[in-house]
C-alpha cells in the first residue's frame, strides 16, 4: 500500500459506515465521489482534492457536470467503473501526480481503447 503523506493532515467528510473500527477500504473498487453526466475525471489519491475542486468550477462556471472517480487503488484497478462512467459521458480525463508516460494514465486510456468504452467517446482523453 503506497499512500501520499500529504494527506494525513487533511479533513475531508465520509460516511457512516467509515467511522465504523473494522472498516476497510475494498482494494479493486473505486468510489464516485461526485456523480456526474458531461465528463468523467479519474483521479488517484491527492488529485481527487483537485479534482472535486475542479468539478465545482466546472460546474460553477461552465455549467459542466463533471463525474469525479476516486480510484483508491490501482492494483487492482476498478475497470468497470471506469468504463461504465466513459461510456455514460463520453468523455474522460484523469488527473494524477506522476509522469506524463507510463502513468496510471496511460493505463486507464489503454484501457478504454481495448474495451467497448471507446466506441461512446465523443473527444480524445
Same mark, same amino acid.
Request: proline content about 3%; aromatic content about 8%.
Given at each position: 500500500v503506497l499512500e501520499n503523506e500529504l494527506l494525513? &493532515? !487533511? $479533513?475531508f467528510p465520509v460516511t457512516d459506515d467509515v467511522l465504523h %473500527?473494522?472498516?476497510v477500504i475494498p482494494f479493486g473498487k473505486a468510489?464516485? $465521489? +461526485?456523480?456526474g453526466t458531461d465528463v468523467t475525471?479519474?483521479? !488517484? *489519491? +491527492? *488529485? !481527487?482534492?483537485? *479534482?472535486? #475542486? #475542479? #468539478? $465545482?468550477?466546472? *460546474? %460553477?462556471e461552465? &455549467? !459542466?457536470n463533471a463525474e469525479v472517480i476516486n480510484l483508491r487503488s490501482i492494483r487492482p484497478l476498478d475497470r468497470k467503473t471506469i468504463i461504465e462512467s466513459a461510456k455514460k459521458t463520453g468523455r474522460l480525463v484523469t488527473v494524477e501526480e506522476g509522469w506524463p508516460q507510463h502513468g496510471i494514465g496511460a493505463e486507464i486510456c489503454a484501457l478504454l481503447f481495448e474495451s467497448e468504452a471507446f466506441d461512446y467517446l465523443d473527444a480524445p482523453v
Open positions: 494525513y &493532515g !487533511v $479533513e %473500527k473494522d472498516f468510489k464516485i $465521489e +461526485r456523480p475525471i479519474v483521479a !488517484v *489519491s +491527492r *488529485s !481527487v482534492q483537485f *479534482s472535486l #475542486a #475542479a #468539478a $465545482e468550477i466546472l *460546474s %460553477k461552465d &455549467g !459542466v
